[in-house]
């Protein structure tokens, strides 16, 4: 994952889906504002 939540993933292999959704939710956490933050995790 790059710094500003940038993925790279190989698909022409038999990737792990798993791991790819929690990829993408670190990444998203890495770029996204406080407030929206808040609202993903259940806050105001």
Do not use: N, S
Not at 24 to 39: E, I, K, Q, Y
């Amino acid at each position: 994952m790059g710094h500003r939540g940038w993925l790279g993933v190989r698909l022409d292999r038999d990737p792990d889906w798993t791991e790819i959704a929690e990829l993408c939710t670190d990444a998203f956490r890495a770029v996204a504002p406080p407030a929206l933050l808040a609202r993903w995790d259940g806050g105001a």
